[in-house]
């Protein structure tokens, strides 16, 4: 049957569990295909899986999709650098600008999904807006610490989100965030903002 869905289905031996290769073979197919377009029969067979093992590790197709996005932690762990003792407010946000558009305007196969599903899922959309705020979080802690204030103010989360929403953005654009909005200039700008 697989290769009826032109999909090599992942080998047994791959060291991957069952659940760890319908996620996998879920990610792949969502990000290509779209969430509704997608069945979890071409799931099981790409998985090289049956197809009730998924309905046995997930209830429903969309708790399929909501473990896929849950798993990917990567962007969430990455999106703000360590803060170098004694950086500038300045230099440190140029850093953080420079780092965020790395991470974040790389388009994850997991950031696909979630730009192509969150209008037509609001269990999508509300995902969404909790990862943003997570990195929104961290990110005005970061600005806080750069400018010596101690705890995040209104001024630091402001630009958080700023930055966040904008970073996030960039593959629609098609181009990284510190090409559209050089790092210098924008450093310049939120540094003034903050002091």
Excluded: N
Aim: net charge negative; proline share 7%.
């Amino acid at each position: 049957m697989a290769d009826q869905l032109d999909i090599d289905p992942c080998q047994p031996d791959d060291g991957l569990s069952a659940r760890e290769r319908i996620l996998a073979a879920a990610m792949g197919l969502f990000a290509e295909r779209g969430f509704d377009r997608t069945s979890t029969a071409r799931i099981a067979a790409a998985a090289g899986v049956p197809h009730g093992l998924i309905f046995y590790h997930f209830k429903t197709k969309m708790d399929l999709l909501l473990a896929v996005i849950r798993a990917d932690r990567s962007a969430l762990d990455e999106a703000v650098p360590p803060l170098a003792a004694g950086t500038g407010l300045e230099p440190a946000v140029a850093a953080l600008w420079a780092h965020m558009s790395a991470v974040l305007g790389e388009p994850s196969s997991v950031r696909k999904i979630i730009l192509q599903e969150a209008g037509a899922h609001p269990e999508i959309r509300a995902r969404a807006l909790e990862y943003q705020d997570q990195i929104a979080s961290m990110v005005a802690d970061y600005l806080a610490r750069a400018s010596a204030s101690g705890s995040p103010g209104p001024e630091h989360e402001a630009a958080a989100r700023l930055l966040t929403i904008t970073a996030g953005l960039a593959p629609l654009v098609g181009e990284p965030s510190a090409a559209v909005i050089p790092p210098a200039d924008l450093a310049a700008l939120i540094a003034t903002g903050l002091s």
